[in-house]
């Protein structure tokens, strides 16, 4: 069992930043991957970026060059930096966990508003 804590979201003007963070109850290096999720309304829930165990990433074409993933071992937690943030870039973001079955985090909203 995995228990991930997210916080950082909030509510940001078109252009800025907002950090997210994820604190796992486990190890992250006992984890294949850790990474966010979000779902906008009426929409499904999409994969913004990933961190593996080997600490290669992957990241939606919408987010790349945009948002950055890292991950601070010592702390078990992961992080998502958002910077030029979109309109379309507000949703509610969920940490993800895969160890071998996946686990979701209670979702944070991102709001973007002028």
């Known amino acids: 069992q995995v228990q991930l804590v997210e916080s950082g979201g909030g509510l940001v003007q078109p252009g800025g930043s907002l950090r997210l963070s994820c604190a796992s109850s486990?190890?992250?290096?006992?984890?294949?991957?850790m990474g966010w999720y979000r779902q906008a309304p009426g929409k499904g829930r999409e994969l913004v970026a990933l961190i593996f165990n080997s600490g290669g990433t992957n990241y939606a074409d919408s987010v790349k060059g945009r948002f950055t993933i890292s991950r601070d071992a010592a702390k078990n937690t992961v992080y998502l930096q958002m910077n030029s943030l979109r309109f379309e870039d507000a949703a509610v973001y969920y940490c993800?966990?895969?160890?071998?079955?996946?686990?979701w985090g209670q979702g944070t909203q991102v709001t973007v508003s002028s």
């Open positions: 486990r190890s992250i290096f006992s984890l294949n991957a």
């Open positions: 993800y966990a895969r160890a071998g079955p996946a686990y």
